[in-house]
């Protein structure tokens, strides 16, 4: 080889290697922060004078080490289609680095007849930051966990359980 070859060719090789360093590093990011937080729910309710109420009682685990969430809303939707925006219970609440928050209630559900009713709901809640897409929770009657959301979920237990500090 030429010595023009050799400097290209060690130049060229650099540059890929600190691309695929770069993008291994923005991965695993992206897979942290997709990762993070993790939503169930389950559902209470009681009937006062004939009248039917049932709320979801969260429980929302920050697995982050290093970031806090503010919790926007929670959305209600049956099959699609958009069933109530519950704007006021959660709105505000800090979810601190590395806490287990399993004491939230959020406000008694509207338009819901009875028990049968809740468990066609899907409830997502949405972060201060505009993101939802991974903090569908996981409760009765859920059907919006996807196989790449499990996926991934099941992928970072399994770290976590074999002790790899991921941050």
Do not use: C
Not at 34 to 61: C, E, H, M, Q
Not at 111 to 136: K, P, Y
């Amino acid at each position: 080889m030429g010595f023009w070859q050799t400097v290209w060719s060690n130049v060229l090789g650099g540059i890929g290697v600190g691309l695929f360093f770069v993008f291994t590093y923005l991965v695993v990011q992206w897979f942290l922060q997709a990762t993070d937080l993790l939503v169930s729910y389950n559902w209470s309710y009681k009937t006062v004078s004939g009248v039917f109420s049932a709320w979801p009682n969260f429980d929302i685990r920050n697995r982050s080490r290093t970031r806090a969430y503010r919790i926007a809303n929670v959305a209600y939707t049956h099959k699609g289609q958009v069933h109530w925006f519950d704007n006021d219970s959660l709105w505000g609440f800090v979810l601190e680095p590395g806490t287990i928050n399993n004491k939230i209630a959020g406000a008694p559900v509207k338009n819901v007849e009875s028990l049968q009713d809740t468990l066609g709901l899907e409830l997502t809640i949405r972060l201060q930051t505009g993101r939802a897409f991974w903090l569908r929770g996981a409760g009765p009657g859920q059907m919006g966990r996807g196989k790449t959301q499990r996926a991934l979920f099941a992928l970072r237990a399994k770290l976590e359980s074999m002790l790899i500090a991921m941050e």
